[in-house]
T-cell receptor, first 113, second 113 residues
């Protein structure tokens, strides 16, 4: 059973517009939620996180929103830039329990010129 | 400061052969993990370690062994390679206090024929 779900395998967005990547989770014990970005032939890099006690965290052009009641989080990128074209992984951790990080399958974001 | 290094970058094995994927980090991180990435499957946790001498299983541990004799090194051993282990393998490390913020190596692409 998939604990972290990214239901959109790919997403295309015009440069300058907002990119919204979505993620759902099933395990109510998760207390940290993460986004990682991955370029081809490279390892993933940490992008942004949010604790379960918050509903929003912002870092420059990147904002993550958490809706605990819906078990849903989203990553907003504004404005989208060509360098944002990558695969984005949503991940979650029950940090106080076992420190395992469970990843979703990823969403490939294409920024169109 | 090299971060997380992985060797080799590429490897081809025959079914039944054994080998060790090497991972080293120079950031004095307590936590280290091994993931595999397969098309359409995202990143799946194989084994992880919260410190020297301590290891635990992830989501897909079968067919793999790990040990952690030093803080710096976390090798992954394939005991008897199978075609199902054809994948890209990533090693990651993180500090204890923000264990969810992982630093990934560049990956090892393994093909088992």
């Amino acid at each position: 059973d998939q604990q972290v779900k990214q239901n959109s395998p790919s997403l295309s967005v015009q440069e300058g517009r907002i990119s919204i990547l979505n993620c759902d989770y099933t395990n109510s014990m998760f207390d940290y939620f993460l986004w990682y970005k991955k370029y081809p032939a490279e390892g993933p890099t940490f992008l942004i996180s949010i604790s379960s006690i918050k509903d929003k965290n912002e870092d420059g052009r990147f904002t993550v929103f958490l809706n605990k009641s819906a078990k849903h989080l989203s990553l907003h990128i504004v404005p989208s830039q060509p360098g944002d074209s990558a695969v984005y992984f949503c991940a979650a951790s029950a940090w106080d329990r076992d420190d395992k990080i469970i990843f979703g399958k990823g969403t490939r974001l294409h920024i169109l010129p | 400061n090299a971060g997380v290094t992985q060797t080799p970058k590429f490897q081809v094995l025959k079914t039944g052969q054994s080998m060790t994927l090497q991972c080293a980090q120079d950031m004095n991180h307590e936590y280290m993990s091994w993931y595999r990435q397969d098309p359409g499957m995202g990143l799946r946790l194989i084994h992880y370690s919260v410190g020297a001498g301590i290891t635990d299983q992830g989501e897909v541990p079968n067919g793999y062994n790990v040990s952690r004799s030093t803080t710096e090194d976390f090798p992954l051993r394939l005991l008897s390679a199978a075609p199902s282990q054809t994948s890209v393998y990533f090693c990651a490390s993180s500090p204890r206090d923000i264990s969810y913020e992982q630093y990934f190596g560049p990956g090892t692409r393994l093909t088992v024929t």
